[in-house]
């Protein structure tokens, strides 16, 4: 017994070594299998149709509009209606009658009914030549460069991430078209659900065109050490198509007159379409050229930073200068043209003279450093994040 004892532990040594070896490679396969059904299905599987993803991303964004209405009407059918509070009334301005929606379509024969949309052709003129001289003055002038830089490279750039370069600009040759818009009265978000309580604009948009940004960069590993893997990346990204609805209304200062002051909002609804064309390069030696895994990430990425800012229920409000005649913003005219100084340099306006070099009457900007994208020709104070 004792000898039969000793022996099966020769006998049993190399089976043991055999199931070593199988399982060894066992694991090995399965680790190719899974790496090459990564690279199959994840990199190189074809992404679903442009129409899909399209009506997935709109019943996405219908969903979410609908539930915040839902949210929203709960808040308020719970929540007390607090009167606002009454203030000193003038003892020399006279008062007007109750000024009510109703009464303002009256006064302006304006039936949001029966009225017809507008072709909004003479907007599209204006529209056309704004965005011409835009893209002049970025012809002639870094500032957008400068400022795309600037936003890319923001402190809120991902760890990850590498220097971003902007290798690619292009402006687009064509001009949005708005038409079919009508007025329509819509409930306040802010105020009663029991009724109208302001006027909104509402407008078809569409572009078709080709925006370009193209920029590159390197992904970068920091771990368990800065720098480990550097893994070079280009992208290129085209606006190629966009329609939708746009919505504009003025939202009047609250009180009337009071610190809070009126801005006009903006949005557009759910039902848009944004159509990108995305090109892609990664590696340094061996590229892959439109992964489109790659191309899917970068168009959900803009969707929902387009969604996040401008798309109901969030809106965009720009704060509306006094519209009062003012003598400091009168232009035009004999008395107030340019004049010629004594070196016979022509100089600017009267009002602008002794100032500053760089404060004239086109551009009167103060350094506020890199927190937003400034681009040429936008209003004061307007910044995109």
């Known amino acids: 017994m004792s000898a039969v004892q000793h022996a099966n532990p020769t006998l049993q040594q190399p089976q043991s070594s055999l199931s070593f070896t199988q399982g060894f490679l066992l694991g090995q396969l399965s680790i190719v299998i899974l790496i090459g059904a990564f690279i199959k299905f994840f990199i190189f599987g074809d992404p679903p149709s442009a129409d899909t993803t399209a009506s997935l991303r709109a019943s996405a964004r219908r969903e979410r509009t609908l539930a915040h209405k839902r949210s929203l009407l709960t808040l308020q059918t719970q929540s007390p209606q607090h009167r606002p509070l009454r203030k000193k009334r003038s003892s ?7 000024l009510t929606i109703g009464t303002i379509l009256s006064k302006t024969y304006y039936n949001v009914d029966s009225h017809q949309p507008e072709s909004l052709d003479w907007f599209n003129v204006l529209i056309a030549q704004t965005i011409a001289q ?7 002038d870094d500032a957008i460069l400068a400022s795309l830089n600037s936003a890319l490279n923001s402190p809120r750039k991902p760890e990850f991430l590498d220097e971003i370069k902007v290798t690619e600009i292009s402006l687009g040759e064509d001009f949005p078209i708005f038409s079919n818009c009508r007025i329509i009265s819509v409930d306040d978000e802010l105020g009663t659900a029991g009724g109208p309580s302001r006027l909104q604009a509402r407008m078809d ?11 590159e960069t390197k992904l970068v590993l920091n771990y ?3 720098m480990v893997a550097v893994l070079p990346v280009a992208l290129a990204v085209s606006v190629v198509r966009f329609s939708g609805t746009l919505s504009i209304s003025f939202l009047p200062s609250s009180p009337p007159g009071g610190p809070s002051p009126t801005t006009l909002a903006f949005s557009f609804l ?5 159509d990108l064309s995305i090109r892609s390069l990664v590696g340094s030696r ?3 050229q439109d992964v489109p895994k790659v191309a899917q990430l970068v168009e959900a990425r803009l969707h929902a930073w387009f969604d996040e800012r401008c798309v109901e229920p969030r809106f965009q409000q720009i704060v509306l200068p006094s519209l009062w005649p003012r003598k400091k913003n009168t232009r035009g005219g004999e008395d107030e043209g340019p004049i010629e100084r004594e070196d016979g340099v022509v100089g600017p306006m009267t009002e602008d003279i002794g100032k500053p070099e760089g404060e004239g009457i ?3 900007r103060k350094e506020t450093g890199h ?11 307007m910044t995109v994040t």
């Open 286 to 288: 061996s590229r892959l």
């Open 270 to 274: 759910d039902d848009y379409r944004l």
């Open 92 to 98: 020399v301005l006279r008062n007007p009658p109750p």
């Open 371 to 381: 927190e937003g994208l400034r681009v040429p020709g936008a209003m004061p104070g």
């Open 134 to 140: 835009f893209r002049d003055d970025a012809q002639h």
């Open 205 to 215: 948009v569409d572009l078709s065109d080709s925006v370009t940004l193209g920029v």
């Open 224 to 226: 368990p050490k800065p």
């Open 362 to 364: 086109r551009s009167r």
